[in-house]
């Protein structure tokens, strides 16, 4: 019987989830590799978080987004899992925003951090 839990995640990019997990100071690993469960038992992630008890958290495809998936009796981070993803998320966004902003011709102009704990972006484009 497995472990492992499967949390749908709204992330489809996986250059904008590496980023993001850099962004939040995470050291992971590109898969395809194994991520660590449960009586060495082992799923396939395309990126990969190894903790210190040797149980892993990965982020895998599933045909329409990367789900987390890890077994949660055995997290290891300094925030709960909601809070993970929570992180991730946001800076998920950011690179998402950014680079599809960019392909349109904008640049960032102005970047706050709000007292809230979000990001406010300006942009701008210059046309001729």
């Excluded at 449960?38 to 190894?50: E, K, L, N, R």
């Excluded at 329409?64 to 890890?70: D, P």
């Excluded at 993803?85 to 102005?110: C, D, S």
């Amino acid at each position: 019987m497995s472990h492992f839990s499967q949390i749908k995640t709204q992330i489809r990019n996986l250059d904008a989830l590496k980023a993001a997990l850099s962004d939040t100071e995470i050291d992971w690993k590109a898969g395809p590799m194994p991520v660590r469960g449960y009586q060495g038992q082992t799923q396939v992630a395309d990126v990969a978080i190894q903790q210190e008890n040797g149980y892993d958290i990965g982020f895998r495809w599933n045909g329409a987004e990367y789900e987390l998936v890890a077994d949660l009796q055995y997290w290891q981070q300094p925030l709960t899992v909601q809070g993970f993803l929570n992180r991730v998320t946001q800076r998920y966004a950011y690179h998402t925003v950014v680079a599809e902003t960019e392909k349109q011709g904008f640049q960032i102009a102005q970047e706050r951090k709000v007292e809230d704990g979000s990001i406010r972006l300006v942009l701008q484009r210059w046309t001729a």
